[in-house]
């Protein structure tokens, strides 16, 4: 699976007493909880990470993202507040694969001397920096598997 984002909408609920809870509407099962809003946002976040990762581990596709619209006549979700959740797949764990190439020494020196001063190995440099050239050219809109699901 390539890198990117996907947008899922989420719904809060709160009930007097209780924190806050979060469903994830297109991905049944998915849920999450926190103590104020904020917590709620970043736990449903990471909920939907898990999630994910779980069913491309099972090898299943991840199901489409609706708009908040398409959710909103459902009785289920009538007295939750709608919101909007940004996840980074780069996020997800991978398995890596060993590639070869070549680069001129003096460029080398200086992707070893840049992972040295970010704490990283070269190959976790090399990829953060293409990912991050090619989501900046705004080709990782969404991965292939989304977009299929």
Request: hydrophobic fraction near 40%.
């Amino acid at each position: 699976m390539e890198e990117g984002t996907l947008k899922f909408p989420i719904v809060i609920h709160k009930d007097e007493g209780s924190c806050y809870g979060v469903t994830v509407p297109d991905l049944p099962g998915c849920f999450s909880a926190g103590e104020t809003f904020e917590e709620a946002m970043e736990s449903a976040r990471e909920a939907i990470l898990l999630h994910v990762e779980g069913l491309l581990m099972d090898g299943l596709k991840v199901p489409a993202q609706q708009s908040i619209e398409s959710h909103l006549g459902n009785a289920n979700h009538a007295d939750g507040l709608f919101a909007l959740v940004t996840v980074d797949l780069s996020k997800l764990t991978s398995k890596a694969k060993r590639i070869n190439i070549t680069v001129p020494s003096r460029v080398l020196a200086i992707i070893d001397e840049a992972a040295s001063r970010e704490g990283e190995t070269r190959s976790g440099l090399i990829a953060r920096a293409a990912l991050s050239y090619v989501n900046s050219q705004g080709e990782l809109e969404s991965p292939p598997a989304a977009r299929t699901a």
